[in-house]
């Protein structure tokens, strides 16, 4: 055989095994799918609204020539259909819908098939886990996996503070009390990129009260180890404590290793691991329920945690809620006035916020593990307050 008719023979097996395979099949199916709709009429609609069926489904742009955007990365989007549209592509046609989100930054065609008429129900597309609790009645109003335990980073410190101010319990006295800084485990603590923020300075005494500011505002890890050995007389005794605590309350599968929020991989590099598990594991609705116990019991959480900053001993204790008035995501009508932070890589962002809205309940939100835990916590309270059992 000559090496032409040779290579005819080569290729005309694998041009067999192409069709056989389904390759070349596939190889038209793309070529297909570049070619351009073509229009066969247009309507104008009444502006109606949708949202998705499944997660199936994109936007594209008249001709599918370009994909604009997939459903799935929306998944808790109203969209408005303004035109509808007959489309022919090959020797199908369909009915396609010319769609807009509410601030008309994504829009482009779909399908009608892959829409559902109606409003997008509520969601939060970030949190893993999430609730409204209503303050008054103590009843959630929304809610996402909100049994799930899992790490919550610094908003553990609610505890903390609980106990602290049922030891303080309105004294002055054990409000200038002070507190034992001197452990090398939380000065070097102090001093970390990582797990610091707040230095106990060679020297210096620092009072219950600064420490519990340097806990709530710049949630020194520091400081509420300091405060949780002031009000138990070791580390593991007031984490006995907080686990009591939560056991009275009827928390239940809420545990704590820790009173900062760190977890024990991190903690025990400055001598302060503690039990089996690596982090405090509590969920979303147990987290409200201490919020709820904090204000219930010490009201003046909610005049504390509203500051936006404080000097404390020369150091800058900065408030990190951003939902507070003249921070980013401040919304008038809500008047948050509170409450925690907490971070760590395991735990992700986490926020627990409050606010009381005018003629309104109070509500307390959780969200865990949230990357954006603040436009998030907005939202979700903004939809709490269209439930008519908020109503005072």
């Not at 395979?21 to 309507?43: E, N």
């Not at 010319?98 to 939060?124: C, D, E, Q, R």
């Not at 865990?368 to 908020?390: G, K, P, Q, V, W």
Request: aromatic fraction near 10%; include cysteine.
């Amino acid at each position: 055989m000559g090496l032409k008719k040779a290579k005819r023979a080569i290729m005309a097996v694998a041009l067999t095994a192409a069709i056989g395979s389904g390759v070349l099949v596939g190889t038209q199916a793309t070529a297909q799918a570049a070619t351009a709709y073509k229009t066969v009429s247009t309507k104008t609609l009444t502006k109606t609204a949708y949202h998705k069926k499944s997660t199936a489904g994109a936007l594209y742009n008249q001709t599918h020539t370009k994909k604009v955007a997939a459903l799935k990365t929306y998944p808790n989007t109203t969209w408005y259909a303004t035109k509808q549209a007959t489309l022919k592509h090959s020797n199908s046609k369909g009915i396609y819908y010319y769609v807009k989100n509410k601030s008309g930054s994504v829009k482009g065609w779909i399908w009608h098939g892959y829409l559902k008429k109606g409003k997008a129900p509520f969601g939060l597309k970030y949190a893993k886990n999430a609730i409204a609790l209503d303050y008054t009645t103590g009843k959630a109003v929304w809610s996402k996996s909100a049994n799930t335990v899992r790490p919550i980073a610094s908003v553990s410190k609610l505890m903390t503070l609980y106990l602290v101010l049922k030891k303080v319990d309105g004294s002055a006295t054990k409000w200038n009390q002070v507190v034992d800084t001197s452990s090398k485990g939380l000065i070097a603590m102090g001093k970390s990129s990582a797990c610091g923020g707040f230095l106990f300075k060679t020297g210096h005494k620092y009072t219950v009260k600064e420490l519990y500011d340097a806990a709530l505002l710049d949630s020194s890890n520091n400081a509420a180890i300091a405060l949780g050995k002031w009000v138990a007389g070791s580390n593991a005794k007031f984490i006995k404590q907080m686990n009591a605590q939560a056991k009275s309350w009827n928390l239940g599968k809420a545990s704590f290793v820790s009173a900062s929020g760190l977890e024990n991989d991190d903690l025990k590099a400055f001598g302060y691991a503690y039990g089996s598990k690596n982090a405090n594991m509590v969920s979303a609705k147990d987290v409200a329920l201490i919020a709820r116990h904090l204000i219930k019991d010490y009201p003046r959480i909610l005049t504390d945690g509203a500051v936006g900053s404080k000097n404390v001993d020369g150091q800058l204790c900065y408030n990190y809620n951003n939902l507070l008035k003249g921070r980013k995501y401040y919304q008038s009508s809500l008047k948050v006035d509170g409450l925690k932070t907490g971070y760590t890589p395991l735990a992700g962002y986490c926020f627990v916020g409050t606010g009381q809205k005018s003629g309104k309940h109070r509500v307390i939100t959780v969200v865990l593990h949230d990357i954006n835990e603040f436009t998030e916590t907005r939202s979700l309270m903004n939809h709490a307050y269209t439930y008519s059992s908020m109503n005072n």
